[in-house]
């Protein structure tokens, strides 16, 4: 069989649906998204599992069964979950790490997300980092997202995809965004602040490191950043609560998120919503430049001997 054209495409997580926003708003912004990329020029193309069956592209009933979470026996599905979720045949969501680790398969290099999960803020004691950290040093994804989840420990999730080896790109920024705001104090060493640069800096990185990914930080629009006090009073809230109710590992995300949807009366399901049309409209500009760059070749080029 004659190898498939690739086409500029763009991956989707589905645990942003699943387990990150409300129903049915989480339906209404997956078929936004795919508006979006298309418009932009690409294909989206949203993972999930079914049934046991590894999804690239939902159709809208499997998006509405994904979109409705636990109550519709959905589970989160990490990178290291793939597997087992296959042989015994169960329907999940994937998240940042499980999209990454399927997307090259599916033949896609770029993939918007809304934050990537990272470093908790009790990983001192909890060890609780997110798998999203060590998916992006092992498969060779561009993420765009609007930085890392305000609720983590933001200085020590830089740190350790550092570490790791993963670069981190700031979009027209200079400062890693903190999901609901575009600044967090924390400085980055590489700022762009065009699609044709953006593409460029992606294409010469996987000339050296072929299998490594890495995280586009693309802050909120202005007109939808959250009040820095009114998201960090309830970012301090729902982590309490978190604690108090003995929530940890796999639920604790979900959680925060639920907790902090209730806290700002859905302020912050609408900031989630607008950041992650904003990084799909990036992501999908991303791949069609990158496209351009390595049409079908997919191969490394190594250093050259004189
Ligand atoms: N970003 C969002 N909403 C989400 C997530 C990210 O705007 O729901 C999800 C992603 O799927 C990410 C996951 O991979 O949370 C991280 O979960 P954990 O901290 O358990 O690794
Ligand atoms: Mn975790």
Sequence with gaps: MAKEKRRPGVALESTIYAFGLPYPKNVELGWKLARTIAAAGAEAKTFAVVDGELRAGLTDGELDRIARGAEGGVVK???????????????????????????????????????????????????????????????????????????????????????????????????????????????????????????????AHWRIHPHVGLLVANPIPVEHALPQALIDDAIARAIADAKDAGV???????????RLADITEGKSVDANIALAENNARLAGELAVALHALFGDDDGPHLVRSP
């Design 77 to 203: 599905l990490a990178a290291s979950d793939l597997g087992p979720a296959m042989a015994l045949g169960l329907t999940g969501a994937t998240t940042v790490s499980a999209t990454m680790a399927l997307a090259r398969g599916a033949g896609l290099r770029v993939f918007a997300t809304g934050g990537i999960g990272g470093v908790h803020r009790d990983a001192a004691e909890t060890f609780d980092e997110s798998q999203d950290l060590t998916a992006l040093a092992r498969y060779p994804v561009a993420v765009v997202s609007a930085g890392a989840k305000a609720v983590l420990d933001l200085p020590k999730t830089v740190e350790r995809l550092e570490t790791l080896g993963v670069p981190i790109v700031g979009y027209q920024t200079a400062e890693l965004p903190a999901f609901y705001t575009r600044t967090s104090g924390i400085k980055l060493a590489l700022t762009v602040n065009d699609v044709p640069t953006l593409a460029r800096v992606v294409h």
């Design 248 to 258: 940890r590992g796999k639920a604790l995300t979900p959680f925060l998120l639920k």
